[in-house]
């Protein structure tokens, strides 16, 4: 049964295209990765996605969601239970790890400004409840987001500062995650550790989508393996076929 | 000529090189190779000074050149043929050459046009576009640019940033052809590549780099034939 | 009359894109807006003043040093309060600026008075009939430099060494200075021109309206940021041809809707232009970077 | 009952959920003594407020306490603009201008009573401030700057050439004195003491908007977008409603010290409201620390109640405030009582 389907996905960059005729489709609960070159794309896609870049072409549907998500606007997005991490780390950087992932469940709560001036019972209710849910969600990398709550994120040491941001996505109560580079500039014990934590998270009934470059993290953690060069799917599959592809061997090696 | 020894670089606290040595010699193409954020634009950024070193050094022709600002760098004789091409958009093709030719504007004895000339024999298709603006011109075309931009400089070697990067396959192997006329030249080159295979048939020696961290150094030839230079890139079987 | 009306737009647009240039250099090379530049207008003419009236110097001499001591003037402003804030976020960059304007503008006021000043000049040649039109020589004047200042920096831009190496920096810092340029004293000499070109609007201002105050710069600078935006900021060519434009939109509503509101007119061209079409009217959408979407 | 649970991370089959949990844990029930506690020293804070009247007999340094208050008020509605959300207004003046005129001139020409141009005030205040937030969807930094120059600028011209509605540079002059009918006590605020009340009543109401503010999800939105606008947009944040509401936040407060201004003076012109006037709030929270509200109240002593000591340097006053803008931001960005911000750009 499909969670995510994505239907021809076109993306152009002044005449260069960034993503030509994306297909995929997800299953509920599965964990896939997103492989290729420097430049191939899969950036491009997760940002088409959370509607930060307007498709050119192509559809997204989401189950139990009935019209396209890319016609959404950006913050209605997170609602419908897609939610992401950047490859570049940009978390909040002056506000608490608690402030950044409180930010995380913003859509869902509710509370205007009326209600924070007369200190309505709704939107206190509401906060609470939030920030309960969010000393839950830490707790998922154990002590290491909690101890270190009230710090503000620049603080953070670069591995936290990766599960900061995968935590103030779960906040969002997402159904589709999507995990840019996770392991970038982490240490193999880490990211070792980040895959028992992914692996956590998925059997909890978060969809993963995970775009890596490390290929021992990718053979560790997903089961489902898509590649892409100039933007196209070269091949879907395990990790043994997508690894001795020839077409993905020449999209990293080059040709001979 | 160009020498990196034990070079360590840090992104505020995050260690992007680290103990990284690497030699260019004259008339040699050197390939750095690794696969996506192994570190090697960082390399390519620290050669030029663009990234400060946190310990190690960089010489070139035998004087210490980390520390120094990039201008200055590249006044000592060293071109860079950067990521992405980054050609001027607005400037026309003739002036993004002039700009190459910047730092030999006060030169009484550096002849812009006979330079020019010397470039348009190698890319004869530049000298139909002289009057274009840069942003014009194809992927490859740009790329040829911007090879030619670090050639007006007489450059005494010269650094190259991915330059298959974004170009189709065919335009790709022309690419790697012109470097290998440039090197005829007498040209010493340093290229960062992606493309392992096009830019070890070209190259003389080779480093692969992983993690920031230099983790095989040989011949073109050998590394070519490596079974363990595709792991670092495709991870185990 | 209309006509006689005309060419007073004309001139004033023409001082407008005078300063203009300097905002839309600046901006084209840092992507920073040079709050200051409206001071160094006013300084200029300032400087030229005082040293007609205290040292009784003739007026191209004391133009001449006017003009050099608020171009230096305007590459202290750069020094002080833009280069320790390269890494700074812009927010920060803003304050800084902003807060240089004011330290100027009250410096001027402590020094030179408050009130206005008398800026007599007297070239002594009659008025000029073209047909049924006078026009008065001041203000031919005024429009043949600011055209000659215009087509030299045009040249320069075009055709020098430097004028390149300016437009390199503005379009690619990082290139630039890959290609071995000092991408600081181009910074340095673009604040340079951009000050010398506000200085002598300043001066040509003072020339137009015989009368200076401390208080000329601000008005002045904000509505020739306006003719820069409205041209498309960081576009040479754009801040002429907004300079001349405003020029004339501010003259024909100030003569056919109300006088009184004269500078609104500005004001609100700049916010419109800022809102619907932040590129500018020759802008190619690049420069409206940071004006995003959504 | 319904506390958070790791099993419920997608939220179940529902695309939205609510979270009921009315259980708190004990981190929860330790900040709300926390809170609690505060509580009193709080009280006692206002308590001396209250008592200075009565230990300060000039009745010029009263004077220069209550500006002190006013600008407590206006600088506090604007930090919630350039602190809270990030963006820069140098027209903060044009919302001043807005309370002062509006409760003038429904004073003089209409009779209305004062406590009923309060909130009419705020209310023209606000939709003028969803006006000018309407560019900051797509402005930001400088050229948000520039707009909301052009803006307080449009305003002072209008509010000097509006003869029939402003009188122009000539103001409106003897707005009646506010006063309270109660049954049969009658209170007309004419004296120092009882306009000092008066402005520590709206100082107190200003400030507890702000924390409230602060300390709400929208508190927590505006500083989202502060920090990083495009994630905060993924975050599930409209950029558009939280700006614009914040600047018509922002403008309320502006407007409801021109209420009392406007009272205070008992006249008011457009020179009070000049692009000088924006500048100077704006150091205010600069100086104190963007965004820290006890920093903005500092601030405001410092910047007005100095001046005021070394009344003969007060040519110098201008000056002393360009050039501190500029030393502030190159040595001490974060401001006196703010945290040490994060600058450093880390690409990789």
Request: glycine fraction near 10%; charge should be positive.
């Amino acid at each position: 049964m499909w969670l995510l389907s994505v239907r021809s996905l076109t993306k152009y960059f002044g005449g260069l295209s960034a993503l030509k005729n994306f297909d995929l489709e997800v299953e509920t609960g599965e964990i896939v990765g997103i492989i290729g070159p420097n430049g191939s794309g899969k950036t491009t896609f997760f940002n088409v996605l959370t509607g930060m870049y307007q498709a050119d072409s192509g559809e997204v549907f989401l189950r139990d969601v009935k019209e396209n998500i890319l016609t959404k606007r950006t913050h209605h997005i997170i609602t419908l239970g897609i939610s992401r991490t950047f490859q570049n780390q940009r978390p909040f950087n002056n506000l608490s790890v608690l402030e950044n992932l409180m930010v995380g469940g913003h859509c869902r709560t509710k509370g205007g400004i009326m209600s924070a001036l007369l200190k309505l019972p709704g939107a206190r209710r509401d906060r609470v409840w939030l920030k309960d849910w969010a000393h839950e969600v830490m707790s998922i990398f154990g002590d290491r987001l909690l101890s270190m709550k009230n710090n503000p994120a620049w603080n953070l040491s670069y591995a936290n500062r990766r599960r900061l941001e995968i935590a103030r996505a779960l906040v969002s109560k997402p159904r589709v995650l999507l995990l840019d580079e996770p392991t970038a500039g982490m240490n193999p014990a880490e990211s070792l550790q980040l895959v028992q934590n992914i692996q956590e998270i998925n059997q909890r009934g978060v969809t993963v989508i995970v775009i890596e470059h490390d290929m021992n993290f990718i053979k560790r953690l997903c089961q489902r393996i898509v590649a892409l060069d100039y933007g196209e799917k070269i091949i879907e599959g395990t990790y043994s076929e997508v690894r001795n592809h020839p077409k993905v061997i020449e999209a990293y090696l080059g040709q001979d | 000529m160009l020498k990196m020894t034990h070079v360590t670089t840090h992104y505020g606290p995050i260690r992007a090189l680290n103990d990284v040595t690497i030699e260019v010699a004259e008339n040699e193409i050197v390939c750095l190779l690794g696969g996506n954020a192994s570190g090697k634009s960082t390399t390519m950024k620290t050669i030029l000074g663009i990234v400060k070193t946190t310990s190690g050094q960089v010489e070139f022709m035998g004087k210490r050149i980390d520390g120094l600002p990039t201008y200055t760098i590249v006044r000592r004789g060293i071109s860079p043929v950067p990521e992405a091409r980054r050609i001027f958009a607005r400037l026309s093709v003739k002036e993004n050459l002039e700009m190459g030719a910047f730092i030999h504007r006060r030169d009484p004895g550096y002849d812009i046009e006979a330079e020019m000339e010397e470039v348009f024999k190698l890319f004869p298709q530049l000298r139909e576009r002289l009057q274009q603006d840069g942003i014009t011109l194809s992927g490859g075309e740009q790329q040829m640019l911007a090879i030619s931009r670090a050639l007006m400089a007489k450059p005494r070697m010269i650094v190259m940033d991915e330059p298959s990067m974004g170009l189709s396959p065919k335009l790709v192997g022309e690419v790697f052809e012109i470097i290998q006329k440039v090197s005829k030249i007498g040209i010493p080159i340093f290229v960062v590549e992606q493309n392992l295979k096009k830019a070890l048939s070209i190259a003389d020696r080779g480093y692969i780099l992983n993690k920031g961290q230099i983790v095989m150094e040989d011949s073109a030839k050998n590394l070519l034939q490596n079974e363990n230079v595709i792991k670092t890139y495709l991870g185990e079987e | 009359m209309f006509w006689q009306q005309f060419i007073t737009w004309i001139n004033l647009g023409a001082m407008y894109a005078l300063l203009a240039i300097g905002y839309t250099m600046v901006y084209g090379i840092i992507k920073l807006i040079n709050f200051a530049h409206g001071e160094i207008f006013m300084c200029g003419a300032f400087f030229t003043w005082w040293f007609m009236t205290a040292a009784s110097l003739p007026l191209p001499l004391s133009a001449l040093i006017g003009i050099l001591f608020a171009t230096l003037l305007g590459v202290g402003v750069e020094r002080i309060a833009y280069r320790p804030l390269r890494n700074a976020p812009r927010f920060a960059v803003v304050i800084s600026v902003l807060g240089m304007s004011i330290f100027l503008q009250n410096m001027a006021r402590i020094i030179w008075g408050a009130e206005s000043q008398v800026f007599d000049v007297d070239f002594g040649i009659s008025p000029i009939f073209i047909g049924s039109v006078i026009v008065p020589f001041k203000k031919i004047f005024i429009l043949l430099t600011s055209l000659v200042l215009m087509i030299a920096l045009a040249l320069f831009i075009k055709k020098t060494y430097l004028g390149k190496a300016m437009r390199a920096t503005s379009a690619d810092r990082e290139a630039a200075e890959m290609m071995g340029i000092n991408v600081n004293s181009v910074i340095t000499l673009t604040f340079a021109i951009g000050s010398a070109m506000g200085a002598i609007a300043g001066i040509l201002y003072a020339i137009n309206y015989n009368s200076i105050d401390p208080y000329m710069g601000f008005n002045a600078g904000m509505k020739a940021f306006a003719a820069a935006v409205l041209g498309g900021i960081g576009n040479i060519y754009g801040a002429m041809f907004g300079g001349i434009l405003l020029g004339i939109f501010e003259g024909v509503g100030a003569a056919y809707i109300s006088s009184m509101y004269r500078d609104a007119f500005a004001f609100a061209v700049l916010i419109l232009v800022l809102i619907f079409r932040p590129q500018g009217l020759l802008g190619e959408g690049k420069s409206g970077e940071q004006a995003k979407a959504r | 009952m319904n506390k958070p649970r790791l099993d419920d991370l997608t939220g179940g089959s529902q695309i939205t959920t609510q979270g009921p949990g009315l259980q708190k844990s004990p981190l929860v029930r330790m900040t709300e003594v926390f809170a609690l506690s505060r509580w009193y020293t709080k009280l006692i804070i206002i308590f001396a407020c209250l008592l200075i009247p009565f230990i300060v007999h000039s009745n010029y340094a009263m004077r220069v306490i209550i500006y002190i208050c006013l600008y407590i008020v206006l600088a506090l509605g604007l930090n919630v603009v350039m602190g809270f959300t990030g963006l820069l207004n140098i027209g903060h003046a044009a919302f001043y201008a807005t309370g002062a005129y509006t409760s003038a001139i429904l004073m003089t020409s209409y009779g209305i009573p004062f406590w009923l141009t309060v909130p009419i005030g705020m209310v023209v205040g606000f939709t003028f401030g969803l006006a000018i937030g309407f560019p900051t969807l797509r402005l930001r930094d400088d050229y948000l700057a520039m707009v909301t120059l052009g803006f307080g600028q449009i305003v002072y011209i209008v509010a000097n050439n509006w003869m029939s509605l402003t009188r122009g540079p000539r103001g409106i002059p003897s707005i009646p004195p506010p006063c309270i009918n109660f049954f049969r006590w009658h209170i007309v605020i004419d004296s120092y003491r009882a306009y000092y009340y008066l402005i520590l009543l709206f100082v107190l109401l200003t400030v507890y908007a702000c924390i409230r503010a602060r300390d709400s999800r929208v508190g927590l939105a505006w500083m989202a977008i502060r920090e990083d606008e495009d994630v905060a947009a993924v975050m599930g944040i409209n950029l558009g409603f939280y700006k614009t509401l914040s600047f018509a936040f922002s403008a309320a407060l502006g407007a409801l010290a021109g209420s009392f201004f406007a009272v205070f003076q008992t006249f008011v012109s457009p020179n009070s409201f000049t692009i000088l006037e924006s500048v100077i709030i704006i150091t205010i929270p600069i100086l104190g620390g963007l965004g820290s509200i006890p920093g903005t109240i500092i601030g405001a002593i410092i910047m007005i109640g100095v001046p005021e000591i070394f009344r003969a340097a007060s040519e110098y006053r201008m000056v002393a405030v360009g050039a501190f803008m500029v030393l502030m931001m190159i040595f001490k960005p974060e401001g006196l009582l703010g945290k040490k911000l994060y600058q450093q750009v880390y690409k990789v």
